[in-house]
């Protein structure tokens, strides 16, 4: 059914235009030297992110947590996790966001809880609990010999059966994470409201402006759980996300929240939607008539050179694969009411200069002030990560396993060292995979000096920091004009100068076939902006595209180079007002 547009997409809205900053609070800045990041630290730094030209603070979870999963693993979503602080320290940083004009929207985790939580540690205590129903039990299935078996065979996203024995009461739960963070279950109203109360409306009530919402795709299952087809055969486990994601019911439940929830609260939300390639179910996600969310984080442009069984089986991606997936999600919102994210970095992904540009010293600025051109000049919501706005790489090649602490790698290297047996060759290039797509890579500390590990903490850091924290750190940044993080706030004040253009204004691709450049326009009523951006690392000559014909002012650049010439050189980025 073909949605009835009730407001436009070039309506303006401050969660449209604002510019928003994930910060990963283990990582961000430690206050008091036990070498994890916490609520102090990062109040101290709210006027460098407010020099930024942030508008808006996204808080990854703070929550009580056992922290198998960094807190995406919640025990109780009303405390806050010791070493971070205080739900007082909460409320201060809330308080000290607002006093500079800068909201805060925190994460919303509710896919499931830790097993840590009150709700899971009732639920699992006996079939007749009332709360049994809170998430989802099933009995075992036998095979032909007799073995125990998972009610179905769905793969967690972190690989191993999505099913967990529990001893107690002789029965599976349901995880589509690790074992330690048990899938809520959604079809009970109850849950809903419990969710809705505890984890929803009491921060609310404390002035927190919205949500980033953790897989906002996955709380409605295909019931009965059914098995997935066959696609890895040398495996029990198969990818299921057919199954437990965009349920039958994922919509229904998204407008209840809507309705008893977020309506009554002037707030965004934006869903991480993920294995949802298909325009037409994002914007029914979207659609600001349909009232349940006012955008989503789509996945095809930072899943790029994934495998697609396995993320760690990766593949080689080019820059059209690159270019068509932005086209799509910058132009599918034209002429609906639905609105679109840009973002290339969080807490899930590598850093994006070590992915999309080049983190060689020759081209590692460069290609940072190139990237942050090509975000500041786009359609939709602009979300960056901490350290990004500095040009933080990924780890060094030298950096041993050992180094690596997130449980999405460490259970792929397990894996691999397992299934072969520990083969020097196969583990080699386990290892490569995780140096180039690995989440820890977004989650080393940031880097503030040239100090001991950065100026991140005076203890011992709960992970190392980047090698690179000598010369890739803010003090050296904010008084050097030509910075990355100089440019970063230059681009920033230029995307709120022209927010017509570059927030609202319509994505045109050009030259769609150039394998080295990427060029597009930017249109509003009589505006448009012309920008070029060369994504190699030798000089490449561009062509001007027939629509951009009329005086060229160029207004943003990463070089020094003429206005005149059509040569750009390595990673070289311009932007001109057409006129
Ligand atoms: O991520 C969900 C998600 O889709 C991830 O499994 C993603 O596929 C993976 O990180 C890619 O490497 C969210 C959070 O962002 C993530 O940090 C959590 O681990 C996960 O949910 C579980 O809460």
Redesign the pocket.
Known sequence: MPLIPNTSNTDKRWWKEGVVYQIYPSSFKDSNGDGMGDIPGIISKLDYIKDLGVDIVWLSPFYASPQV??G?DISDYQDVYGPYGTVDDVKELIQGCHKRNIRIIFDL?V??TSDQHAWFKESRSSKVNPKRDWYYWRPAKYDEQGNRMPPCNWRS??GGSAWTWDETTQEYYLNL?TPE?PDLNWENEDVRKAIYDNAMRFWLDLGVDGFRI??VNMYSKHLPFADAPITDSSSAWQLAVELFCNGPRMYEFLEEMNSSVLSHYDVMTVG?L?CTPEPEAVLRYVSSSAKKLNMVFQMDLVTLGFGKNE?FETTEWNLLQFKAFLDKWQCFINGNDGWTTIFLE???QARSISRFGSDDPAFREISGKMLATFLCTLTGTLFLYQGQEIGMINAPKSWPIEEYKDV?SLNFYNHVKKSTNSDEKALSKAHSAIQAVA?DHSRTPVQWDSSQHGGFTTGQPWMRVNDSFSYINVRDQEHDENSVLSFWRKAIEFRKNYKELLVYGEFQLCDAENTKTLTYLKVHNDQKALVVLNFTKEEQTFMVPKEAHGQMDLVLSNSKTSSESKQLGPFEARVYLIN
Do not use: G
């Open positions: 999963d960094m995406y985790v896919n499931h996203c972190f994470f963070q953790d897989v991480e993920p993320k969080n807490h899930d999405e989440r």
